[in-house]
């Protein structure tokens, strides 16, 4: 994996990230008044854990991210797990 940076003033060159953060926004972060960090922490969590889960994506056939890693990973036998603590394996 290699990164690429978007140049200043081009947000545009990457359309996935902008498309995910409108929604991030519009159906998260809008909706919530946040008190504290353990509060936001628990709903963002739960926001992207139903939004990778429970929600069909156009751009993966209408089908749940879970649904296409599972039909994807089934051929070769691995396994991956979107509900995991997003903390979990950082550094």
């Given at each position: 994996m ?23 926004r ?38 749940t ?27």
């Open positions: 290699q990164l690429s940076f978007i140049r200043p003033g081009k947000p545009n060159e990457n359309a996935y990230i902008e498309s995910f953060n409108g929604k991030f519009d159906e998260c972060l809008n909706e919530h008044w946040f008190v504290t960090m353990m509060q936001a922490r628990r709903i963002i969590e739960a926001w992207r854990v139903e939004y990778n889960t429970e929600r069909p994506h156009s751009s993966l056939g209408d089908l991210p879970e649904e296409f890693a599972a039909s994807n990973l089934s051929r070769t036998g691995k396994t991956l797990s979107l509900t995991a603590d997003s903390s979990s394996g950082r550094d």
